[in-house]
């Protein structure tokens, strides 16, 4: 009963207690219909023809039913009458200026900063109340040992670009331990053709301590993502629109680590923007086993003498 209690309770205030979680491979209209499979996500500013603020980041994603036995899933809330799938994740994110080829400190720009995180994560879907509440707990570590430096400067090398400068000035090394959970709701459905969903989450952590809410929409030839996982080959390919309303506490990767404040430069606490915006869209081709994205993304600025950012990414999955 308590459960039930407290479902409702967060079905309830989510949407209104509610940064962006640059790489989301939860959200419904990612849903991929196996109870296995991989997914590789990747992001870069190069997509939208720039080279600042989230330069880059993936992600390398496995959902097996073996992953329940993960000892980190205690930390999860499980209401009854809801379907779980169990994985993992290794996530890589990376942050530079507008500069990134100067050595010097670029003041009033971000600075540089990656992170390198192992996470472990639930997808629960309600197919009575067509609800969706996934879950993640993230460890791992923000400064040089992520290896932001190397990863960028051997890609630039390889295509020929300017090599990057400044990450000796990125934030200092400290520890990853970041929560989130997430809620959607469906809110209309016509036929297989349209479908809208209320899009919830909060963050709590060292790396993003944050909170968002809008809604997502997609449109075109549509599975059931609140319905039972049918295993079938069924085709579907649609695209997607996201709007997100953020509330920001703390990030990291402007304003250094929690405990480790020797960082040679950050963003000053009274200069984080604690409200911002973004927008994502893309399209999204599945045929049951396989899965391919593309997607388009922008926020507006971070911090009070930054600025916008644009991104896009691909997605590739296959189920098995």
């Known amino acids: 009963m308590r459960k039930s209690i407290l479902w409702h309770f967060l079905v309830l ?64 809330f499980k209401p009854k009458d809801v379907t779980f799938r169990y994985g993992m994740a290794l996530e890589h994110i990376g942050f530079t200026p507008d500069d990134y080829v100067s050595p010097s400190i670029q003041f009033e720009d971000r600075p540089f900063a990656s992170a390198l995180m192992l996470k472990s994560f639930v997808i629960g879907t309600d197919t009575m109340r067509r609800a969706r509440l996934s879950q993640s707990f993230s460890m791992g570590i923000i400064g040089p040992w992520a290896f932001g430096e190397e990863m960028q400067v051997g890609i630039h090398r390889a295509i020929g670009d300017k090599i990057p400068g ?32 209320a899009d919830t989450a909060v963050q709590l952590g060292t790396l993003f301590t944050n909170a968002s809410f809008g809604m997502n929409t997609t449109i075109g030839l549509l599975d059931d993502t609140f319905g039972p996982k049918s295993g079938t080959t069924k085709f579907s390919a649609y695209l997607f629109v996201r ?32 409200f911002t915006a973004s927008l994502e869209y893309g399209a999204i081709l599945k045929t049951g086993t396989l899965y391919f994205e593309y997607t388009r993304a922008s926020s507006t600025r971070e911090f009070e003498t930054g600025s916008s950012a644009k991104w896009g990414g691909i997605k590739i999955g296959f189920g098995f």
Not at 32 to 37: G, K
Not at 181 to 187: F, P, Q, S, V
């Open 13 to 76: 205030m989510l949407p209104t207690s509610i940064l962006c979680q640059k790489i989301d491979h939860m959200v419904s209209f990612r849903d991929m219909q196996s109870e296995r499979y991989f997914r590789f996500n990747y992001d870069n500013d190069f997509f939208a023809a720039a080279d600042r603020n989230y330069t880059q980041g993936y992600a390398l994603e496995f959902v097996l039913p073996v992953l329940q036995k993960n000892p980190v899933n205690f930390l999860f």
């Open 166 to 197: 400044g990450w000796p000035n990125q934030i200092a090394n400290d520890v990853v331990v970041n929560y989130r959970l997430a809620y959607e709701k469906r809110l209309f459905r016509f036929r297989n053709a349209i479908s809208l969903q």
């Open 243 to 274: 709007p997100l309303v953020h509330v920001v506490g703390y990030d990291a990767t402007l304003q250094g680590g929690v405990f480790n404040r020797r960082s040679p430069y950050t963003i000053a606490t009274a200069d984080i923007e604690r």
